[in-house]
């Protein structure tokens, strides 16, 4: 089992920045990759951005050059640097957590905002 759990959400202008972070406990060794994804009112979750044990990452096209993810291990800790925000950014940001190829685990998700 593992346990994910996002912080960092909040309220920001067009322009600004934020930092999500989340962090896994549990069987942490079995974690193959994380991920962040996003979910706006009335749309389907996206996915965002992930990171690999071996730090390889891959963006969806809308947050390339702005989002940034990265990973400490031994903090077993995921980041997510999002510059440049935009309205359309605002959504729910949830961590997700692929274990040993066979099951996804989900944090509960964080707020982000962005005004224009």
């Known amino acids: 089992q593992v346990q994910l759990e996002e912080s960092g959400g909040g309220l920001v202008q067009a322009g600004g920045s934020l930092r999500l972070s989340c962090a896994a406990s549990?069987?942490?060794?079995?974690?193959?990759?994380m991920g962040w994804h996003r979910q706006a009112p009335g749309k389907q979750r996206e996915l965002v951005a992930t990171?690999?044990?071996?730090?390889?990452?891959s963006y969806a096209n809308s947050v390339k050059g702005r989002f940034t993810i990265s990973r400490d291990g031994a903090k077993n800790t995921v980041y997510l640097q999002m510059n440049s925000l935009r309205p359309e950014d605002t959504a729910v940001y949830y961590c997700?957590?692929?274990?040993?190829?066979?099951?996804?685990?989900w944090g509960k998700g964080t707020q982000v905002t962005v005004s224009s």
């Open positions: 997700r957590a692929m274990y040993q190829y066979t099951t996804n685990y």
């Open positions: 549990g069987s942490v060794s079995g974690i193959n990759y």
């Open positions: 990171i690999t044990g071996g730090g390889s990452t």
